[in-house]
Every structure is written in C-alpha cells, then in structure tokens.
C-alpha cells in the first residue's frame, strides 16, 4: 500500500485549498482514512478522519467547521478541503490509512502514512 499526498502550497489568511491522497493497493474501500500535520517543532497532530464506508467523519477541534474529508471510491483518493485558512494552519500535512474500518484518531490506529504535502498559510 503507498499514499501519496498532494495539493499544498502557499496560500493567505482566509483562503482555500484541497488537498488530495492518492492510495495504491488494495482495500482503501474498506478501511479508515485520516489526515494529520505537524508544525515546525511540534508533534504530529490528528486532523481529520472518515471511516471505510465514507459513513462516519470526525475532525478536530482546530478545524471543524472549516475543513472537509471526502472520499472518492473510483479513484482510490481521499481529499481534505480546507477552507477559511488560518496562518496556525501552517504545517506538513500527512495522509494515512488506518489499520481499522472505523474512523479513528489515534495514530497508533494507522499502518501507513503518505510523504506529507506542506501547507503554508500567510498572514
């Protein structure tokens, strides 16, 4: 199973961007999916997640109401929109596929992890 991450950038204060996974291998149907991200000097932290089924969602606290997890099962990819962008957003965002059906927000609950796609969010 590989992931790769993609759509990070530079963006300003308020603006937008989606970023997409792209899962190679087998069974992204039937497993979790999550995003996480890490700021310069931080631990990595949970983002968002959504289950096997794209029935369950759950996000942080930090970005709940402003960001989305989706899942398109035709192409195998995961996407996380990420709307009214805070400069505390600024981080390397990861992409993961958890070791479980259900959502999950512990990392311990995830077996594989993308390269990361960097985030910047100016002021």
């Known amino acids: 199973v590989q992931l790769q991450a993609s759509g990070g950038g530079l963006v300003e204060a308020g603006g937008s961007l989606r970023l997409s996974c792209q899962v190679s291998?087998?069974?992204?149907?039937?497993?979790?999916m999550g995003w996480f991200r890490q700021a310069p000097g931080k631990e990595r932290e949970f983002v968002a997640t959504?289950?096997?089924?794209?029935?369950?969602?759950y996000y942080a606290d930090s970005v709940k109401g402003r960001f989305v997890i989706s899942r398109d099962y035709a192409k195998s990819t995961v996407h996380l929109q990420m709307n009214s962008l805070k400069p505390e957003d600024t981080a390397t965002y990861y992409c993961a596929r958890a070791a479980v059906r259900s959502i999950a927000t512990n990392r311990d609950n995830y077996a594989y992890w993308g390269q990361g796609t960097l985030v910047t969010v100016s002021s």
């Open positions: 959504i289950s096997g089924n794209g029935g369950s969602t």
């Open positions: 291998g087998r069974t992204l149907n039937m497993y979790g």
